[in-house]
Each structure stands twice: as C-alpha cells, then as structure tokens.
C-alpha cells in the first residue's frame, strides 16, 4: 500500500501532525508512507522511522526566481518524483490551495481532504470530511484516521533524535556552562511568526531576571537567526549576560535541547509545539489566538491569557495589542514556580 500525506508547513501544524503519521503507520505496518513538506519545516521529520520518503517542496524558493532554468527543473524533478508511484491513499492535512494541487497532481487513486471551499481546496478531492475547528488541531488532523477506520487513534509524537543531533544539543549547552544531565536550566522562546502574539520585551527581560534571583537557574533563549536581533534587544534590558543560542539550532537539535529543560516559557510559536512534543511542560503565552485549537496539547502546561474581551481575535495587526500587554510579569513567574514545585514534588 502507498500512501501520501501533504502537510507543507508551518512548524507548529507539522508537529500537530505527527500523531496522525504514527497512526497510519501502525494502521498500515508494511506501507510506503510519503511526506510532502515544505523546506522550513522538513528537518523536524528528517531521518523519521515512520515515513520512507520526505518529498521537498521549495516552493517559496521557486516563487522567488520564477523564471530561471534551475526553478523549472527542480519543479520537474518534484513533479517526476511525486508521480513515480501510484498513491492508494492521498491525505491533504493542509487544505489549502498549494496542497490541494499537489494532492490533484499525484496518481492518487482516494484523495481525502477536508469538505472546504477555503481557497477551493475541496474542489480538487474525491472524498471529503468535515473540518471542525472547535477541536484542537491535533485532533481535527486525527480525524483522517477515524475516517479511514480507527475510532480512537493515540496521541504519539515522535521527533527523531539520533546520535549526532543529541551531541551537538550536548555540545551546544555545554559550551554555554550547561551539563545537561546535571544544571536544570529554563528555555525561553520570545518569538512567534504574528506581530500580535508577541509580548513585552522587558517582560521577558524581567522574567529572565526573576527567575535567576528566586530560582537560581539559568535561562537560555533560543530563535532562529532572522530573530537575533530582537533577543538582543532583550538581552541588553538585563543586568546579567544571558545564554544565548538563536540561530544556532536545527529544529531536532532545538528539540533536544527542549527534552533537557525544566519548562519552556513561550508565546504561541512552532518552538512551544516542539516542546509539548517532547514531554517537556510549557507556560505559554495566548493573545489573539485560541489555545482550545492550537495550545500546547497535553497535561502539564500552563496557558496564560489576559481575558479581555476582543481575544481571540485571530488578528495579525492591532495597534494595541492589549491581549498580550496585559499579561503581567508576575504572572508568568508564578506558573513558572507552579511548575518547578510541581516536578520536585
């Protein structure tokens, strides 16, 4: 059996598919199991047990230089790749456009979506389930796998960790002061992808200090090297140096170094996902969005929300942001102590 799975990106929604992945697989042991994933994303299932084939898509590379001859051979290489197999199985998690043609693009003899007309991606399927968005995002991709016959799916994150991405996490603390197995540390993601789901950053600067002065435990930031600049900024609002690793991990190597922290504090983002991934407990930080649909899933974390009236509002721009300045210093420390007595209980 051959099946296809379409989830392009973000970050975050792929790891809200992961469960999903590990289904189909003890659903179809002795399947050929492909992963269609966009580039920003595709190391978080790079080497992974479950799937035979990681198939890139680099679109946004593409949009870029549509009309050099290196764009259309790589777009027919991709092409040629997805269609050397006949699918018996298509499932498009994404549901939109850009996945919706490349679900029509593949010889596939069921292509599964969702029964949407959001950028006419329903159009392109031959079977349809209804998409209900008052369910957790991890739930809503489960419901493929109840469709195609297991009522009650588990929940199985798995994001590989071989060898030589446990020792650069290793290596990476370790230059910093940090033995893993032995100096509890805080991990700290500021960032999201929203303007609007960003906090104060002397909210962090603070955060970063209260918990060096009461709990005696060091902090490390972590983003992507497109965020440096703003950690920085962070960084310079503190009295003390701070442990810095943006731009200095994979998304594997992030999540390994994730499975060695006490708690991650973060704003709604890919990097909170991962963690929740890895076992390890969150405070996050909700604004505009609804952590019912995309908070960190399981037991263990601590959402934060203000509680004013217009959230959520799912707004990418507000000249407020109210919901997410509202969110007090003292709070944020307060769940993170929370969960600290919580683990040394």
């Not at 198939?55 to 870029?64: D, T």
């Not at 549509?66 to 498009?92: A, C, G, H, N």
């Not at 994150?157 to 540390?185: C, M, N, Q, Y």
């Not at 600067?205 to 440096?228: H, Q, S, W, Y």
Request: aromatic share 8%; hydrophobic share 40%.
């Amino acid at each position: 059996m051959n099946i296809l799975i379409i989830k392009l990106s973000a970050i975050g929604d792929i790891v809200h598919t992961l469960p999903s992945l590990a289904a189909l697989r003890r659903m179809f042991p002795h399947s050929h199991i492909t992963w269609v994933i966009e580039e920003g994303a595709a190391d978080l299932i790079a080497e992974h047990p479950h799937l035979n084939r990681v198939l890139v898509s680099r679109r946004k590379s593409w949009m870029r230089k549509p009309l050099q001859k290196s764009t259309f051979r790589e777009v027919k290489e991709f092409l040629f790749t997805l269609r050397d197999r006949r699918y018996d199985t298509v499932i498009d998690f994404h549901g939109l456009f850009k996945s919706a043609i490349i679900a029509a693009a593949s010889p596939g003899r069921r292509r599964i979506g969702y029964r949407s007309l959001q950028e006419l991606s329903g159009l392109f399927y031959n079977e349809r389930i209804p998409e209900d968005m008052d369910k957790h995002a991890v739930e809503r991709y489960l419901d493929f796998i109840r469709y195609l016959g297991w009522p009650n799916p588990p929940v199985e994150f798995l994001i590989p960790s071989p060898e030589d991405v446990k020792e650069k996490a290793r290596h990476l603390l370790a230059s910093r002061g940090i033995t893993p197995e032995r100096d509890p540390f805080i991990a700290i993601n500021p960032m999201a992808l929203w303007p609007t789901k960003l906090w104060r950053e002397e909210g962090f600067a603070r955060l970063t200090e209260m918990i060096g002065e009461r709990l005696n435990l060091p902090v490390v930031f972590t983003g992507g090297i497109e965020e440096a600049l703003y950690i920085r900024h962070i960084a310079s609002l503190m009295k003390h140096p701070v442990i810095d690793l943006t731009g200095k991990t994979t998304l594997r190597v992030l999540a390994e170094i994730y499975r060695h922290a006490k708690l991650l504090v973060s704003t709604d983002s890919g990097p909170m996902h991962i963690a929740a991934a890895v076992g390890t407990p969150v405070v996050a930080l909700f604004g505009p969005t609804d952590p019912r649909r995309t908070g960190p899933y399981g037991r263990g974390h601590e959402v934060i929300r203000a509680g004013v009236p217009c959230s959520p509002c799912f707004l990418k721009s507000c000249h407020s942001r109210v919901c997410m300045t509202s969110i007090s210093v003292e709070e944020v420390f307060s769940r993170v102590e929370k969960i600290i007595q919580r683990k040394e209980a």
